[in-house]
């Protein structure tokens, strides 16, 4: 891989954007290194939740002004290919089985905002700042928007996509881009607090949870629903996993997915 750091440790799978150089700004070999990479991870079953962070002083400044110049003569076919190519990869993010965790020690713009909304989870430095800047080039925040608005809600980003204004952490925080702003010297051991988590779970009923999550939010209750509810808690009960889980809880004893200490 040529834009992409791999570690793999205990479980966790840190996936670091790594063009420091242009603030790991995205073109077009990045983003399909990183579609790939995370379907790939997906179905590995050692991985049992992945880390985006970003390498450098940005986490990631949106689209890459080269790759922006070299489609700045695109035909409406050509573009619509191009963006297809970045929707895949956020929408590969979002509906991820494996729990994701964006690692925010840095500047967020644009494209970058995106990748930050669609992980299931988001903790950023307090000296982060974010931007939805693409009005400002005469564009759009298009691609992102379906998870940006689902991360800080129709309101906040009428706002924000309209003004392009940057905005803080703090902010990012109240309106719910992120879940946790932390000090620098406090992030890695908070990250490492989530992830701890997130193994220690039973990972086909993290997988179960995620589709749930998708199913359901945003849904009217309606007859349907609740039955799809009562099908899925009466499924997963039965499964191997949580069977196991059921009998190690009432034997006090730790599960058999739990990993062994690093």
């Not at 644009?110 to 400002?136: F, K, M, N, Q």
């Not at 881009?177 to 990972?203: F, K, N, Y």
């Amino acid at each position: 891989m040529q834009h992409l750091l791999l570690d793999t440790t205990a479980g966790v799978t840190t996936v670091t954007l790594n063009r420091p150089d242009v603030r790991n700004a995205f073109n077009d070999e990045l983003i399909a290194e990183l579609s790939a990479v995370v379907l790939e991870l997906g179905r590995r079953p050692e991985v049992r939740c992945i880390v985006l962070a970003g390498s450098g002083p940005a986490f990631c400044a949106g689209a890459d002004l080269n790759w922006m110049r070299s489609v700045a003569g695109y035909t409406r076919e050509q573009n619509l290919e191009d963006a297809a190519g970045l929707a895949r990869m956020l929408e590969v993010l979002y509906r991820c089985p494996k729990p994701t965790v964006a690692r925010v020690h840095g500047d967020t713009y644009a494209g970058g905002t995106g990748l930050v909304a669609a992980c299931d989870i988001a903790v950023s430095v307090d000296t982060a700042h974010y931007c939805l800047s693409e009005v400002r080039l005469g564009l759009i925040p298009a691609t992102i928007s379906p998870y940006v608005l689902r991360a800080m809600g129709a309101r906040a980003a009428h706002r924000f996509f309209l003004t392009a204004e940057r905005f803080s952490a703090a902010e990012a925080h109240r309106i719910g881009l992120v879940h946790e702003v932390v000090a620098a010297d406090q992030l890695d051991a908070r990250m490492h607090d989530i992830t701890a988590s997130l193994v220690s779970a039973g990972p086909e009923a993290v997988k179960a949870c995620k589709q749930l999550l998708h199913d359901v939010a945003g849904q009217e209750i309606t007859a349907g629903l609740v039955r799809r509810t009562v099908e899925g808690i009466a499924d997963i009960r039965t499964s191997d996993e949580g069977r196991e889980g059921i009998r190690s809880f009432l034997d006090k004893r730790k599960p058999a997915w739990v990993l062994p200490p690093a």
